[in-house]
């Protein structure tokens, strides 16, 4: 049998001790508490400045672009549809002469290094020379041709082809010498801008003077 004081004493340094060993266990976790909540803290914010970041690189990479993009698409729609509307008026076109117009300039503005709306521009100064919409259509190639060799604006080689054209006697879509003659005249100015100092832009100025006088005597554009 234990004596009583024994029992006692051997129960009062059990309790000590798990009390020791419950306080330390206590200060332990609350250290790995500190660190842990230290850690997660810096990782937080670490992840947070780089989704920040990601989407610094969103709005700067994408967001700006798309946004830059969108606008300048409904500037060239809106730009496009009024030239459309005044290629309309003066050409008189139907609605399904607009739609071939409107597809054509679209699609020579797809392969060339000009705007739909500038081919819009040469669109308009034939209708405004009273040529028909499908004849409009057919010459617009040879007038870009003519533009692009002589670096000048579509719309002012189209004024001055369709002018010329028209006060030396040239019917757009008719043939000279087996060529239609939008065709057949822009490489003729073409081939004058090649062999002499001189520009369409030149040429187009000569032509207020000398056209008239040149359709009135009959002269080809090859005599001029």
Do not use: C, H
């Not at 306080?23 to 920040?52: P, Y």
């Not at 617009?140 to 030396?168: K, P, Q, Y």
């Amino acid at each position: 049998m234990i004596p009583v004081g024994t029992a006692v004493g051997y129960l009062t340094l059990d309790y000590t001790q798990f009390s020791t060993n419950l306080k330390t266990a206590v200060n332990e976790a609350t250290g790995l508490s500190g660190k842990f909540s230290d850690t997660m803290g810096k990782g937080l914010t670490t992840v947070g400045n780089q989704i920040a970041g990601v989407g610094r690189t969103l709005t700067t990479g994408i967001t700006v672009p798309l946004t830059a993009a969108a606008v300048s698409s409904v500037k060239f729609g809106a730009e496009f549809d009024k030239k459309m509307s005044e290629v309309q008026a003066v050409s008189n076109a139907t609605e399904g002469e607009m739609k071939k117009m409107r597809d054509a300039a679209i699609d020579w503005g797809e392969k060339t290094v000009y705007t739909a709306t500038e081919a819009g521009d040469a669109l308009y100064y034939m209708g405004l020379a009273g040529w028909e919409p499908e004849k409009s259509i057919a010459a617009l190639g040879s007038v870009l041709n003519l533009a692009a060799a002589g670096d000048l604006e579509l719309g002012r080689t189209s004024d001055i082809v369709t002018d010329a054209m028209t006060a030396m006697g040239y019917e757009a879509g008719e043939l000279t010498n087996g060529i239609e003659n939008t065709a057949y005249f822009t490489n003729s100015l073409a081939a004058a801008m090649s062999n002499s100092n001189t520009d369409v832009d030149q040429m187009g100025e000569a032509f207020k003077y000398v056209s008239p006088l040149a359709g009135a005597l009959n002269m080809d554009i090859s005599d001029l």
